[in-house]
Nanobody, 124 residues
Framework: QVRLVESGGGLVQAGGSLRLSCAASGRTFNSYTVGWFRQALGKERELVTAISWILGRTYYADSVKGRFTMSRDNAKTTVYLQMNSLKLEDTAVYYC?????????????????WGQGTQVTVSS
């Protein structure tokens, strides 16, 4: 069982930066594929970025390429989402998720563990 806890959300002006954290309790992220999803008000939850450390593969949605970067700490128990050049349309609740499968997955039902979400609001 993996418990995920996100932090780091908040209010930021357009063009600013935020770093989200996702801490795993009880396990390291070594054997998991980890993704960050977001859900804007009235919209479906979408995959923003995901990394399969087992396969060495990374995915970024076109909307965030070049602006968002996912990484993890050396202990492999925390992953980060560095978000730069934030836009109004990045406003959403951001969720960290992990799956035991090795490949990148895009559907929410393919992920086994979820954090509680953290709100990111970008203002003009």
């Amino acid at each position: 069982q993996v418990r995920l806890v996100e932090s780091g959300g908040g209010l930021v002006q357009a063009g600013g930066s935020l770093r989200l954290s996702c801490a795993a309790s009880g396990r390291t992220f070594n054997s998991y594929t980890v993704g960050w999803f977001r859900q804007a008000l009235g919209k479906e939850r979408e995959l923003v970025t995901a990394i399969s450390w087992i396969l060495g593969r990374t995915y970024y949605a076109d909307s965030v390429k070049g602006r968002f970067t996912m990484s993890r700490d050396n202990a492999k128990t925390t992953v980060y989402l560095q978000m730069n050049s934030l836009k109004l349309e990045d406003t959403a609740v951001y969720y960290c998720a992990a799956r035991t499968g090795a490949g990148i997955a895009f559907r929410i039902d393919e992920y086994d563990y979820w954090g509680q979400g953290t709100q990111v609001t970008v203002s003009s």
